[in-house]
């Protein structure tokens, strides 16, 4: 039961280096999510995607890109990192988007920029 | 975005003893999802709560709703060292999809 998968797990960048982060379910989702964890914080939301071929903004989209490969693949990039997105980042998805609806995490990857 | 506070924030217990912990807000939310999460995992889905007053059990988790739907607990009935975690309340919201989480309870019971 994979469920969902990001990769890597840890990654250092320099900072104005760029990387993306790699996200696939296998639970046939909709929804799909990226969220960044920070202490004191907490979870927060950075793009999320309804449907294939479609993407949105969430809380804190600032330095961030993403795409909805297919349905299964939601990648995060970050053109130019900088130390202030040093955080640990989830992907998640959902069957489909709105309230009760059950989010399924990855196991997370931590991100250091020096 | 709607603001979901949690209390307290730490919490530190002996195993076998009693806990609560809470969750709330000045919105009111149509629904609210506990999650707990352990380290190095992602959060993972307790209950949800959809009705003003409900309330759910999970063994010796308790979850209630309250009545106007702007606040929920957890109680936990003899801590075990297994319930140590991040307790993460969460609501609809952070975007037209998606969840708005509360910052969390950092629970450690110590056998």
């Known amino acids: 039961n994979a469920g969902v998968t990001q990769t890597p797990k840890f990654q250092v960048l320099k900072t104005g280096q760029s990387m993306t982060l790699q996200c696939a379910q296998d639970?046939?989702?909709?929804?799909m999510y990226w969220y960044r964890q920070d202490p004191g914080m907490g979870l927060r939301l950075i793009y999320y995607?309804?449907?294939?071929?479609?993407?949105d903004k969430g809380e804190v989209p600032n330095g961030y890109n993403v795409s909805r490969l297919n349905k299964r693949e939601f990648s995060l990039r970050l053109e130019s990192a900088a130390p202030s997105q040093t955080s640990v980042y989830f992907c998640?998805?959902?069957?489909?988007?709105?309230?009760?609806?059950?989010?399924?995490f990855g196991e997370g990857s931590w991100l250091t920029v020096v | 975005t709607q603001l979901l506070e949690q209390s307290p924030q730490f919490l530190s217990i002996q195993e076998g003893e009693n806990l609560t912990v809470y969750c709330n807000s000045s919105?009111?939310?149509?629904?609210l999802q506990w999650y707990r999460q352990e380290p190095g995992e992602g959060p993972v889905l307790l209950v949800t709560?959809?009705?003003?007053?409900e309330v759910k059990k999970l063994k010796r988790l308790t979850f209630q709703f309250g009545d106007a739907r702007k606040d929920s607990s957890l109680h936990i009935t003899a801590a075990q060292p297994g319930d140590t975690g991040l307790y993460l309340c969460?609501?609809?919201?952070?975007?037209?999809?998606?969840?708005?989480f509360g910052k969390g309870t950092h629970l450690i019971i110590q056998p």
């Open positions: 995607s309804a449907s294939e071929g479609t993407t």
């Open positions: 919105s009111v939310f149509s629904s």
């Open positions: 639970m046939n989702h909709n929804s």
């Open positions: 998640a998805s959902s069957r489909t988007g709105g309230e009760g609806n059950t989010i399924y």
């Open positions: 709560v959809v009705t003003g007053g």
């Open positions: 969460a609501g609809p919201g952070g975007g037209a999809d998606g969840l708005t």
